[in-house]
């Protein structure tokens, strides 16, 4: 049986945690969507163990977490440590949220390749980023 090669970018968009509100992260899915690219997106209250088993079932180029609740140096980690442990640190992680400019670093440092805090970004230059920085499938 033949293999169906992908030709458009596979973005999971997630929001781990407590966090209740999801507004910014469906606006970014809808972008990305709109600019030709598969999303998935995962729904509230996810664990990082349930969003890198997600990106790994829907071979997944890149996964944007949005957290507004305090925790994204605890989740984008455990995010990143578990794509590592699965064998998928090829995967772009990219993220946004109420995140303050001194754990921007960070969590670079850690894996995640950029950050879009309230305000920084038009979601044209997300799509944009996603679509300089993610490599596209062959196809």
Do not use: C
Not at 17 to 36: F, M, N, P, Q, T
Not at 74 to 81: A, D
């Amino acid at each position: 049986m033949a293999t169906e090669l992908r030709s458009r970018i596979r973005v999971v968009v997630a929001k781990p945690g407590l966090d209740g509100h999801d507004r910014g992260a469906k606006v970014v899915a809808r972008a990305l969507r709109d600019a030709g690219m598969e999303v998935i997106y995962t729904g509230l209250h996810q664990t990082p163990e349930q969003i890198v088993e997600t990106v790994i079932q829907e071979d997944a180029d890149a996964v944007g977490l949005s957290v507004l609740s305090g925790a994204h140096m605890t989740l984008f980690t455990r995010v990143t440590e578990l794509l590592k442990e699965r064998g998928a640190d090829d995967v772009v992680v990219f993220g946004g949220g109420i995140i303050p400019d001194a754990d921007i670093a960070e969590l670079q440092r850690l894996g995640v390749a950029k950050v879009f805090t309230p305000g920084a970004a038009t979601m044209t230059e997300i799509v944009d980023w996603v679509r300089a920085n993610v490599a596209s499938p062959v196809g």
